[in-house]
Nanobody, 115 residues
Framework: QVQLVESGGGLVQPGGSLRLSCVAS????????MAWYRQAPGKQREVLAS???????NYADSVKGRFTISSANAKRTVYLQMNSLKPDDTAVYYC?????????WGQGTQVTVSS
């Protein structure tokens, strides 16, 4: 009984910005990590950024310096601020949560960066 809902995706031109949000609801005992992934057509799903209980964050090299992950509401909400977007950033973006040894995924939100 854990649900994740992403929002904030859309169409943006190169160099633009978007902020994605993910809200977790349901019976969550504890949250070990929340993360953002993306998957483009024909490509593997890749992790972009993660944030842990102590506030430690990790970023993929492809987004360092451009994307920022943050959380609020006792980690019930996680954000991904995306700046300086490139066409290669076009993908479906997914929120992921680990709680009680289980992983949960949102439905994904489409980000399209036009060129």
């Amino acid at each position: 009984q854990v649900q994740l809902v992403e929002s904030g995706g859309g169409l943006v031109q190169p160099g633009g910005s978007l902020r994605l949000s993910c809200v977790a609801s349901g019976s969550i005992f504890s949250i070990g990590v929340m993360a953002w992934y993306r998957q483009a057509p024909g490509k593997q799903r890749e992790v972009l950024a993660s944030i842990f209980s102590g506030g430690v964050t990790n970023y993929a090299d492809s987004v360092k310096g451009r994307f920022t992950i943050s959380s609020a509401n006792a980690k019930r909400t996680v954000y991904l601020q995306m700046n300086s977007l490139k066409p290669d950033d076009t993908a479906v973006y997914y929120c992921m949560l680990v709680s009680g040894g289980r992983g949960y995924w949102g439905q994904g939100t489409q980000v399209t960066v036009s060129s």
